[in-house]
């Protein structure tokens, strides 16, 4: 099957064009620092290259120095190879505070030979449990991948490759909270988390497998920081700034949710005994 790139209305990239905003890029160096984890964490190549490692002692972690407020965020990342049962690496971006706003993706190991799983979640004001849950079209272990987030004042939407894979509208006009007023930094972790990683915690980590390690490349960011969004986003909120699917896009995206959706927490009535979140609603525009 031949895979092309999701088409995204261009009025967003028109907007970033015209300089409302500043891409940063490049350099491991210049955009990161290293939180945690000591010499797991690694940054090469001159810092186009940087490695994430977990052993039984520790794991590690990085984030930008940088905090933004709307854009697009781009990153490239090779998974743990082999039997990675047992750990997650995390690559999210997140505010600040008891009551913060997140988006997330969370890269859930198994045994060798079975899919990694990849967990979406999207938190505001604190309060998540918007998962949606997909198995990938490819080994993310063999190759490099890019993993992307959109964000905007009226949707967030996560893409793989270029494929949108889900898409959380605002939905603030009929009572749920939408990520819009708190900039986010970007961070990343690889850790262990075997009590629920792998098949509800079913299956541990094999430490005889350690170190197990995830690679990182061609970071890129056309967003705005926290402070230029505040001059400039504004003027443009109203209208063309909206960054939408078209008619492609849409394709896509139901394409993957059909095929490799595993998850989703808008069907799952059993969590929700007292009716599904009110953005769930299948006659609702904002699903």
Same mark, same amino acid.
């Given at each position: 099957?031949?895979? *092309?790139?999701?088409?995204?209305? +261009?009025?967003?990239?028109?907007? @970033? =064009? ?7 890029? $490049? !350099? ?8 945690? *984890?000591?010499?797991?964490?690694? +940054?090469?190549?001159?810092?186009? @290259? =940087? ?7 520790? $794991? !590690? ?18 998974l743990v190879a082999g039997n990675s049962a047992g750990t997650v690496t995390a690559y999210y971006l997140s505010s600040e505070g008891a009551s913060h706003d997140e988006i997330d993706f969370e ?102 497998k350690a170190p197990f390690t995830a690679y990182y490349r061609n970071f890129n960011a056309t967003a705005c920081t926290a402070a230029d969004c505040a001059k400039s986003w504004s003027s443009f ?51």
């Amino acid at each position: 099957m031949a895979y *092309g790139s999701a088409a995204i209305s +261009v009025a967003f990239w028109w907007v @970033l =064009l015209m300089g409302a905003f500043r891409a940063y890029g $490049g !350099s491991f160096y210049e955009d990161f620092e290293i939180t945690w *984890g000591g010499d797991r964490a690694k +940054v090469f190549n001159g810092g186009s @290259l =940087l490695s994430l490692s977990l052993d039984r002692v520790s $794991g !590690s972690g990085f984030q930008s120095k940088k905090q933004y407020l709307f854009g697009r965020i781009d990153m490239q990342l090779k998974l743990v190879a082999g039997n990675s049962a047992g750990t997650v690496t995390a690559y999210y971006l997140s505010s600040e505070g008891a009551s913060h706003d997140e988006i997330d993706f969370e890269f859930l190991g198994n045994v060798s030979g079975d899919p990694y799983i990849l967990h979406t979640n999207v938190f505001t004001q604190g309060k998540g449990n918007r998962e949606q849950q997909f198995y990938l079209w490819f080994d993310p272990t063999k190759n490099f991948h890019t993993y992307s987030i959109l964000w905007n004042p009226q949707r967030i939407i996560f893409l793989v490759d270029n494929y949108p894979i889900r898409e959380f509208k605002n939905a603030e006009e009929i009572g749920v909270p939408f990520p819009r007023t708190q900039p986010m930094r970007i961070y990343s972790s690889l850790w262990n988390a075997d009590d629920w990683a792998t098949r509800g915690g079913l299956v541990k980590t094999d430490w005889s497998k350690a170190p197990f390690t995830a690679y990182y490349r061609n970071f890129n960011a056309t967003a705005c920081t926290a402070a230029d969004c505040a001059k400039s986003w504004s003027s443009f909120s109203g209208s063309s700034s909206a960054a939408e699917l078209d008619a492609f896009g849409r394709r896509r995206l139901r394409w993957v949710q059909k095929y490799f959706m595993i998850y989703n927490y808008c069907t799952d009535l059993k969590r929700f005994p007292q009716g599904l979140p009110p953005e769930c609603n299948r006659r609702s525009k904002f699903l």
